[in-house]
């Protein structure tokens, strides 16, 4: 069985999200980032960047998989779903998986941190982060607006992506009127799998529904930010 080692963030839901549509078997061990589980040696054993999430693959002599990218295409390969075999279908679902990795993810994290939880707020850079966040949006929009899913069929292109796209409003950019978008971002969260992985290790929505909750919400994860 697989051990899942993550928080309740977009990166950690990538995993998990993935194990559920694979109908994978998995144990789930919360990593509490406030208290700085990721930094402990333990983690740090299997993590050396101290990052979530992180899988151990007991069929592979207790392999530790850190980056969620990577962790991604060993579960796809290892189920033999969610990624083509054929040489072009392959790289259609690597190369948006990289569009997540190296610009969906990146440009959101950085808008939530100086968005919701940086002290100062310096309107130019909260503006440039956000304004990149929705360039790429429609990015998505414009693919979308030919494809049902971002790589033909349902991939964990669609999985990377999605965990983050979801929460564009917490970046504090709209997509309300991104259609292709929104068309999509319906398809999947209307899922099963893909609903219950974005309760793992816990639901989240508990936590930040209503101002006050979400609030609190960012407080708590403004403490990462000044460590």
């Not at 194990?19 to 061990?29: I, K, Q, T």
């Not at 990577?70 to 259609?92: C, F, T, Y």
């Not at 360039?135 to 669609?158: G, K, P, T």
Request: aromatic share 10%; glycine share 6%.
């Amino acid at each position: 069985m697989i051990e899942l080692y993550t928080s309740p963030t977009p990166n950690g839901y990538k995993a998990s999200v993935t194990l559920e549509e694979l109908d994978m078997a998995y144990n789930v061990h919360v990593i509490n980032l406030q208290e700085d589980d990721q930094k402990t040696p333990e983690f740090l054993a299997m993590n050396p960047n101290g990052r979530i999430p992180v899988i151990v693959d007991p069929d592979f002599d207790n392999l530790a998989i850190f980056e969620t990218g990577a962790i991604m295409v060993h579960l796809a390969e290892k189920a033999g779903r969610l990624l083509p075999d054929s040489v072009d279908g392959r790289a259609r679902v690597m190369s948006w998986l990289m569009f997540q990795m190296g610009g969906i993810g990146p440009m959101m994290g950085q808008a939530n941190i100086f968005y919701r939880y940086f002290p100062e707020k310096v309107p130019s850079v909260i503006s440039r982060f956000q304004l990149e966040v929705r360039r790429l949006l429609e990015v998505l929009d414009s693919h979308l607006a030919q494809y049902e899913y971002l790589a033909d069929d349902f991939s964990i292109a669609d999985i990377a992506n999605w965990c983050w796209v979801r929460t564009a409003k917490w970046s504090g950019v709209e997509s309300h009127d991104l259609e292709h978008l929104g068309r999509w971002l319906t398809a999947i969260s209307a899922r099963p799998k893909c609903q219950a992985g974005v309760k793992v290790p816990f639901d989240l929505a508990e936590l930040t529904a209503g101002k006050d909750g979400a609030d609190s919400f960012s407080k708590q994860a403004g403490k990462l930010v000044k460590s």
